[in-house]
Nanobody
Framework: AQLVASGGGSVQAGTSLRLSCVAS????????VGWFRQAPGKKREFVAT??????TTSYVDSVKGRFFMSKSGNTATLQLNNLKPEDTAVYYC???????????????WGPGTQVTVSS
């Protein structure tokens, strides 16, 4: 599957964005989807995952209660609420037959979308 992430932008702290991940080629309807982010000078880190059927989600502690992930068919979304400057990063979506929090668990990646949060 070829994945495309979109929805990033430059916003003020406290506001919201909605990121989307779609399959431009192939399908990931039977795959789990994950979101990762990479801030300048830092390693790519896990943000959230959703199971293939959208029933189960997990989040890194720093975004719990603010970010919400969902999936339906070939589209996965990440709702980012109450954004903070430390959320600034390039956000990547990835797909895999199984859920994991390690980058090596995910075989399909798309180009990222930039999220910039100013105070």
């Amino acid at each position: 599957a070829q994945l495309v992430a979109s929805g990033g932008g430059s916003v003020q702290a406290g506001t919201s964005l909605r990121l989307s991940c779609v399959a431009s080629e192939g399908t990931f309807s039977d795959y789990a989807v994950g979101w990762f982010r990479q801030a300048p000078g830092k390693k790519r880190e896990f943000v959230a995952t959703v199971s293939w059927n959208g029933a189960t989600t997990s989040y890194v502690d720093s975004v719990k209660g603010r970010f919400f992930m969902s999936k339906s068919g070939n589209t996965a979304t990440l709702q980012l609420n109450n954004l903070k400057p430390e959320d600034t990063a390039v956000y990547y979506c990835a797909a895999s037959p199984t859920v994991g929090t390690q980058i090596s668990d995910w075989g399909f990646w798309g180009p990222g979308t930039q999220v910039t949060v100013s105070s």
